[in-house]
């Protein structure tokens, strides 16, 4: 009898020991369920991180890129008509036309104004004004460079003059 008592016990403790183990490897399976969760939200995010900086750079580029395409656009606004067909002034303008392709191609695009637009300040930069007695106040009067989006995000707004009336005084 005294031996049933003992092997009794022994199989209550080994069974509290299996508990205790099934707890323990359900504890490990869950942290290590955590750690992979938050390593791939980890990894996510960094290559989140990434691609961000990369877009940062690539407008960076583009930034500089633009002021090669305004040079194209100034040298193209002055050679003679006379000239238009000649096949070197045709490859540079070819040259030209490949890079706007190239930015639009990734992801740049020309802010459209039109004279007589509401001034946007989130898109249109005010570099003067000029009184315009056929346009309301605070409109585009004159557009004086071009602006880009690049992505969807203004990288360089439009400058443009915008228009005001001068204000009469009463001579009583």
């Not at 002021?67 to 040079?71: C, F, M, Q, T």
């Given at each position: 009898?005294?031996?049933?008592?003992?092997?009794?016990?022994?199989?209550e403790k080994l069974k509290k020991e299996i508990e205790k183990l099934k707890k323990e490897k359900e504890e490990y399976l869950a942290g290590w369920q955590r750690?992979?969760?938050?390593?791939?939200?980890?990894i996510k995010e960094e290559k989140e991180?990434?691609?961000?900086?990369?877009e940062v750079a690539n407008e960076?580029?583009?930034l500089k890129l633009l002021?090669?395409?305004?040079?194209f656009k100034r040298a193209e606004?002055?050679?003679?008509?006379?000239?238009k067909g000649n096949q070197i002034i045709r490859g540079f303008l070819q040259i030209k036309n490949q890079l706007k392709e190239i930015l639009e191609k990734e992801g740049l695009e020309e802010i459209q104004v039109e004279v007589g637009e509401k001034f946007n300040p989130e898109i249109h930069e005010a570099v003067g004004a000029i009184e315009e007695k056929d346009l309301p106040e605070d409109v585009v009067a004159q557009v004086l460079e071009k602006g880009y989006k690049f992505k969807g995000r203004v990288i360089r707004p439009v400058k443009v003059k915008i228009s005001f009336k001068k204000v009469e005084k009463n001579k009583n």
């Open positions: 009898m005294k031996k049933e008592k003992n092997l009794e016990k022994e199989i750690e992979r969760a938050n390593r791939l939200n980890y991180r990434l691609k961000e900086s990369l960076g580029l583009v002021s090669v395409l305004d040079s606004e002055v050679i003679p008509q006379d000239l």
